[in-house]
């Protein structure tokens, strides 16, 4: 039976994975898929892109049909999380999907929804949770743990041994040193190195990576302080 691709999210990421799925179509990988189109709540988010798919839907709404198979192009961990685990609690089929370019060790393990993208590499006896995302060029070595939600954007290297909880978002060229511990709902920042542990919800910046605090409202200039 034909199924019908829907890729969940009609932005730029979307775009790109439209891109990588139809060059591995063409390629003769997975020849009973097609691409049906995207759901977006944003009508308009392929105006102006020479694209001929339809958005077919809000994924908020959507009822999937029994012919649907679903990508997530959503890069936002939490809001990735929230999405596709709605639609799956209404039916949807979401394959973890391993593009032709990319590779997979032995005895490694996928959760449902999760994409490895084109020169992505995950080494032998990693487990990889639901819906996580390998942008291109990013590697997770040996026995390494990633947990539900995460996504590891372009260049990313998790080392061996390391633990990476719930909803982790790696900017490009970020490096979790072996056996590093990050907490659920971290924010790595692009460039980073997490050498040991990070708290969960914070955003770490730099090398070694260190938390970055944001302050709770900006501060007042002088001159109005002095003006009051």
């Not at 192009?73 to 709605?86: F, M, Y």
């Not at 070595?141 to 372009?154: E, F, K, Q, R």
């Given at each position: 039976?034909?199924?019908?691709?829907?890729?969940?999210?009609?932005?730029?990421?979307?775009?790109?994975?439209?891109?990588?799925?139809?060059?591995?179509?063409?390629?003769?990988?997975?020849?009973?898929?097609?691409?049906?189109?995207?759901?977006?709540?944003?009508?308009g988010?392929?105006d102006?892109?020479?694209?001929?798919?339809?958005?077919?839907g809000?994924?908020?709404?959507?009822q999937?049909?029994?012919?649907d198979?679903?990508?997530?192009?959503?890069?936002?961990?939490?809001?990735?999380?929230?999405?596709?685990?709605?639609?799956?609690?209404?039916?949807?089929?979401?394959?973890?999907?391993?593009?032709?370019?990319?590779?997979?060790?032995?005895?490694?393990?996928?959760?449902?929804?999760?994409?490895?993208?084109?020169?992505?590499?995950?080494?032998?006896?990693?487990?990889?949770?639901?819906?996580?995302?390998?942008?291109?060029?990013?590697?997770?070595?040996?026995?390494?743990?990633?947990?539900?939600?995460?996504?590891?954007?372009?260049?990313?290297?998790?080392?061996?041994?390391?633990?990476?909880?719930?909803?982790?978002?790696?900017?490009?060229?970020?490096?979790?040193?072996?056996?590093?511990?990050?907490?659920?709902?971290?924010?790595?920042?692009?460039?980073?190195?997490?050498?040991?542990?990070?708290?969960?919800?914070?955003?770490?910046?730099?090398?070694?990576?260190?938390?970055?605090?944001f302050?709770?409202?900006?501060?007042?200039?002088?001159?109005?302080?002095?003006?009051?």
């Amino acid at each position: 039976m034909s199924r019908r691709v829907l890729i969940v999210g009609a932005g730029g990421f979307g775009r790109e994975i439209l891109h990588w799925l139809d060059l591995a179509l063409q390629a003769g990988s997975q020849p009973d898929w097609r691409v049906g189109g995207f759901l977006d709540r944003n009508t308009g988010a392929l105006d102006g892109f020479d694209i001929d798919l339809p958005i077919v839907g809000d994924p908020a709404t959507y009822q999937p049909q029994p012919d649907d198979l679903f990508l997530s192009a959503i890069g936002a961990p939490q809001t990735k999380l929230t999405v596709c685990r709605q639609l799956a609690e209404r039916g949807a089929d979401f394959p973890a999907w391993v593009h032709p370019l990319a590779s997979l060790g032995a005895r490694s393990r996928l959760g449902r929804g999760t994409l490895l993208l084109p020169n992505s590499g995950v080494s032998v006896d990693v487990t990889i949770g639901e819906f996580v995302t390998l942008n291109c060029r990013s590697v997770v070595g040996h026995d390494a743990v990633i947990g539900d939600g995460c996504t590891l954007n372009s260049f990313v290297d998790v080392a061996g041994g390391a633990v990476l909880g719930t909803g982790v978002s790696i900017g490009s060229h970020g490096v979790i040193a072996p056996r590093a511990r990050v907490g659920d709902f971290t924010t790595v920042g692009a460039g980073s190195v997490v050498v040991r542990r990070t708290k969960p919800g914070t955003t770490v910046l730099g090398v070694p990576a260190r938390r970055l605090d944001f302050p709770a409202e900006l501060p007042v200039p002088v001159e109005q302080r002095r003006s009051a």
